[in-house]
């Protein structure tokens, strides 16, 4: 795998062309619950997948609000993906011609969308962006990614791996807000377990009532703690995450 130190230069103007907020219309709504809900729910579809985080010493890809993530499942199926997600709630910025490119790549595929997550006094949304290839290693595409980003990346080296087990179903359901069915998935790390269930939407307007009906459909009490569940694995304490 290649690997690279990757540093955070931020810029005011881009040196390709203009940086626009990302274009999002669409994502993903989450909710984290207690791992024995797992039993009680109704699924179909099961998928196992090893899942590497690679990480500099005291989280610095995380700081910079960059997370590299190698996959393979259980048919051997690989990819690899670059995210991007801004720190300190600032706004996403693409620089646009690299954006139109990454648009049209046929190695690869790049999602700008928002993450909204559940909490019990006002959802979370984070703007996000990726790109995602099959294989194992890193591609020009995932320079350019980078570059769109304003993020540097000159070698990715020193690197440590942190380990996930994940499994996946698809909920059975017949709510159709849904444009595909809700998502159930476990990752398993060191002595932990986290349980998430997401559904995608298309239209911002569809947030909200998307994940009203997420949660209209599990009656369990959601986890006291949400939040993005790649950020707990990767942060030093096991216990809590953002």
Not at 11 to 17: D, K, N
Not at 94 to 120: F, P, R, W
């Amino acid at each position: 795998m290649k690997k690279a130190f990757l540093i955070l230069v931020l810029l005011t103007t881009s040196s390709y062309g203009a940086l626009i907020p990302a274009p999002i219309n669409s994502g993903e709504v989450k909710i984290t619950y207690p791992c024995f809900v797992l039993d009680k729910l109704v699924k179909e579809n099961e998928e196992s997948q090893k899942i590497i985080f690679y990480e500099k010493e005291g989280n610095r890809l995380s700081e910079l609000g960059l997370n590299y993530r190698y996959r393979v499942n259980s048919e051997q199926e690989e990819d690899l993906t670059l995210k991007f997600r801004p720190k300190d709630n600032q706004k996403l910025l693409v620089e646009d011609q690299i954006y139109a490119e990454l648009s049209m790549s046929n190695h690869g595929e790049l999602k700008c969308e928002a993450d909204v997550i559940y909490d019990t006094s006002k959802p979370k949304f984070v703007s996000t962006c990726s790109f995602k290839s099959p294989g194992k290693d890193l591609t020009p595409e995932h320079d350019e990614f980078l570059k769109m980003v304003e993020v540097s990346a000159p070698l990715l080296s020193n690197l440590r791996e942190v380990v996930v087990k994940a499994t996946k179903w698809k909920l059975i359901t017949d709510e159709s807000i849904f444009k595909k069915r809700p998502t159930i998935e476990v990752w398993r790390f060191r002595n932990e377990c986290i349980l998430e269930v997401s559904a995608k939407f298309e239209g911002m307007e569809n947030a909200l009532p998307s994940l009203k009906a997420l949660k209209s459909l599990i009656k369990y009490a959601p986890s006291p703690v949400q939040g993005n569940k790649t950020s707990r694995v990767l942060q030093d304490s096991p216990r809590f995450y953002k």
